[in-house]
């Protein structure tokens, strides 16, 4: 993200993250096909946005630099969480690839993806028992319940004509907002902030966290949009109604429509599928539509960082808000 370009040092700490992640997860036996495996979980980097709030939230409370060394153990943490839920979500979405390369389920076989996930959550929890990490850990724990709860929530939604907004904006910010939430929070509890402060990080990580997942539900219904290696269309193949399509059911002119391609939509082909998915969203006003909405999360997190003592982080916190937004 340009944003982060601009915060001194924030690029060296997400390396040592990536690292100590590493590290954490490292089978000292170096069994087979355990090592092959996480030699493949780690061989692609993400964009670390987790980790990357975590640490500006860090930097936000009186106990910063002191606290350096567990906000990068908490960083390595949250992101070792982030990558067993994808692992998880792609046997789940049978997707192929993700970023471009191959899943680790299509690669090992989904038993073995299965256990890798387990595997990396086995070591967050070890981490979590620290001492220093109880107050943060309870607050990562609930949100993995959360994400468990938004995916159960999603996958009980599949291939429903019917779902409403309030289904899908539970869902998502249990399986998507969550873990945003969590990060934000344990940065500010780590580094020593108020109550106050801590209540403030909660509730931008959760608005940002809906403003990630809005777009990402945008990106997968536009054709040609950069979708970081993933198919468009494939949500509305695979029964995930998200908000564009949930807003457009409802049109009196495309909704009939929209909910006859839903029916037919397995079996067709995703590059035509895309195209007539998103001339009828369009025309419904389902892109419009989520626009607006991704523009009043972006209001909410605004207004929870606007009595944040630091001017240089409201700063950082916006700039990458309108980042996102673009």
């Not at 990562?140 to 938004?150: D, F, K, P, R, T």
């Not at 997968?220 to 269309?233: E, F, L, T, Y």
């Not at 002119?253 to 006859?260: D, K, S, T, V």
């Amino acid at each position: 993200m340009k944003t982060f370009d601009n915060v001194p040092a924030l690029y060296a700490q997400l390396e040592e993250i990536s690292s100590r992640a590493k590290a954490i997860a490292f089978d000292p036996l170096l069994r087979e096909p355990l090592s092959q495996v996480l030699d493949s979980v780690f061989s692609v980097s993400g964009k670390q946005l987790r980790p990357a709030l975590l640490l500006l939230f860090g930097r936000a409370g009186s106990c910063y630099p002191d606290c350096e060394e567990q906000l990068l153990t908490a960083g390595a943490v949250v992101e070792l969480t982030h990558m067993a839920s994808l692992i998880h979500d792609d046997i789940v979405d049978d997707s192929p690839t993700r970023r471009g390369r191959p899943t680790l389920h299509s690669r090992f076989g989904k038993d073995m993806a299965v256990y890798s996930g387990d595997y990396l959550l086995s070591h967050v929890l070890s981490q979590l028992m620290r001492q220093d990490m109880l107050e943060p850990g309870r607050v990562l724990a609930q949100s993995i319940s959360n994400m468990c709860s938004g995916e159960l929530g999603q996958y009980a939604s599949q291939f429903d004509v019917q779902t409403d907004e309030n289904r899908y904006f539970m869902n998502i910010s249990g399986k998507t907002a969550a873990l945003f939430s969590a990060a934000c929070q344990m940065g500010a509890l780590i580094s020593g902030c108020s109550q106050q402060a801590v209540s403030f990080a909660d509730r931008f990580g959760h608005s940002f966290g809906m403003i990630y997942q809005l777009r990402d539900d945008l990106i997968d219904c536009i054709p040609n949009s950069d979708a970081d290696g993933k198919k468009q269309g494939m949500d509305f193949i695979n029964g995930v109604y998200t908000l564009p399509v949930i807003y457009s059911f409802k049109d009196a002119e495309h909704g009939p429509q929209l909910r006859a391609l839903a029916r037919k939509a397995p079996s067709m082909d995703p590059i035509e599928l895309s195209s007539e998915l998103y001339n009828h969203i369009s025309a419904a006003g389902g892109i419009d539509y989520t626009h607006w909405a991704m523009k009043q999360h972006r209001a909410r997190a605004l207004s929870s960082i606007a009595q944040l003592p630091s001017v240089q982080l409201r700063g950082q916190l916006t700039a990458l808000l309108d980042e996102i937004m673009a």
